[in-house]
C-alpha cells in the first residue's frame, strides 16, 4: 500500500458543549476521489478543517505528506499544497474584485502580477466565468461565490483538493458543468456532500461521518444512498423512472395503498 497523502490516526476532537469525532482513522490514498458524507452536524466540515491545521485535535494525529503535523508553522507547507474550498463562500473570499480574490493565491506563491493575473483569468474562463474578473465579489450571487471559490482554489493549481459541498446552491446546469469539470480534473480529492448526482458520478469511495466516526459505504451498484438528496440529470433513480400504470394506480387507491398522488398525477399527464 502506498503512503496516503493525508491521513487522520485515532483522532478526536470536540467543541466545549459536544464531542464531535471520536477515535477517527482516514487515509486519502493518492488518486481517490472520496465523498464524505453525513447528517447535518456529524463534523464533516470539522473534519476537513482538522487535515489543514485550522482545528487541532485534542486527541491523535494529523499525518501530511508523511510528517506528523503539530504546530501552525508544521501546517503552512500542506496548505500549499492542499486546496480547502470553505463550505461558506464569504470565509474564501475577501477581496474587492474577482480578479483579486483569484490571483491572490498565485501572486502568495511567488507568481508576478502579470503571471498572477493570467493564471486568474485562465482559471475563471475554465469555470465558464469569462467576464467576471472585474465584477465585485460581495455583489455576487451565491452560486457565483461559489464558483469563484472554486477558481482561488484551484488557481493554486494544489495536488489534493478538500471541497465542502462544492455543488451547494448551484441551479442543475452549472451542477452538471461542474461536476464534468471536477471529473476531468488531476487532482486526488475529498469532498463533502449531501448531493447523490455528485457522489455517483465522482466519487471512487464513500465514506457516511456517524456518531463521530467513519463508515465505509459500498455502493458496487450506484444506487441512491440513503441522506443524500436526487438532484441533477441523470441520477440512478429507477423507482422514479418506472412508469406507473392506470391499472396500478386504481388497485393502489382501492386498497388505499401506494405510489400517492404525485405518482398518480405522473399518469394521467397532470
Ligand atoms: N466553533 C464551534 N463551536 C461550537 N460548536 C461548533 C463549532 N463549529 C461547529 N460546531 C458544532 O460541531 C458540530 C459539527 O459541525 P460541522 O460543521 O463539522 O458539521 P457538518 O457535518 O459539516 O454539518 P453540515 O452538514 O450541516 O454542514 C455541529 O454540532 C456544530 O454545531
Redo the contacts with the bound molecule.
Keep these: 500500500m502506498t503512503e496516503p497523502l493525508l491521513e487522520l490516526r485515532r483522532v478526536a476532537f470536540g467543541?466545549?458543549?459536544?464531542l464531535?469525532l471520536r477515535d477517527l482513522d482516514l487515509r486519502l490514498e493518492v488518486g481517490e476521489r472520496l465523498a464524505l458524507i453525513?447528517?447535518?452536524?456529524?463534523?464533516?466540515?470539522?473534519?476537513?478543517?482538522l487535515l489543514v491545521g485550522l482545528k487541532r485535535p485534542t486527541a491523535g494525529a494529523v499525518v501530511a505528506f508523511g510528517d506528523v503535523r503539530e504546530t501552525e508553522a508544521a501546517f503552512l507547507p500542506v496548505r500549499r499544497r492542499v486546496g480547502l474550498l470553505f463550505?461558506d463562500a464569504d470565509d474564501q473570499l475577501f477581496c474587492p474584485t474577482v480578479i483579486e480574490d483569484v490571483a491572490f493565491g498565485p501572486l502568495n506563491l511567488g507568481l508576478s502580477p502579470a503571471q498572477a493575473r493570467a493564471v486568474a483569468e485562465e482559471t475563471l474562463a475554465m469555470l465558464g466565468l469569462d467576464g467576471y474578473a472585474g465584477r465585485i465579489t460581495h455583489r455576487l450571487s451565491g452560486g457565483e461565490k461559489r464558483l469563484v471559490s472554486l477558481a482561488t482554489v484551484l488557481a493554486m493549481h494544489p495536488e489534493v483538493l478538500l471541497l465542502?459541498?462544492p455543488t451547494s446552491g448551484l441551479d442543475e446546469a452549472t451542477e452538471q458543468r461542474l461536476i464534468d469539470h471536477l471529473a476531468d480534473l488531476p487532482q486526488t480529492m475529498l469532498f463533502?456532500t449531501?448531493d447523490q448526482d455528485l457522489v455517483t458520478r465522482l466519487a471512487t469511495r464513500i465514506l457516511r461521518?456517524k456518531e463521530g466516526r467513519l463508515h465505509e459505504i459500498a455502493n458496487p451498484s450506484r444506487m441512491p444512498i440513503k441522506g443524500l438528496h436526487l438532484v441533477g440529470r441523470g441520477h440512478p433513480c429507477p423507482e422514479l423512472r418506472r412508469p406507473v400504470t392506470t391499472a396500478q394506480i386504481r388497485d393502489e387507491r382501492d386498497t388505499g395503498e401506494g405510489a400517492g398522488p404525485r405518482a398518480a398525477s405522473v399518469a394521467s399527464g397532470g
Design positions: 467543541y466545549p458543549e459536544r464531535v453525513g447528517a447535518n452536524g456529524s463534523g464533516k466540515t470539522t473534519l476537513l478543517h463550505q465542502d459541498e463533502v449531501h461521518l
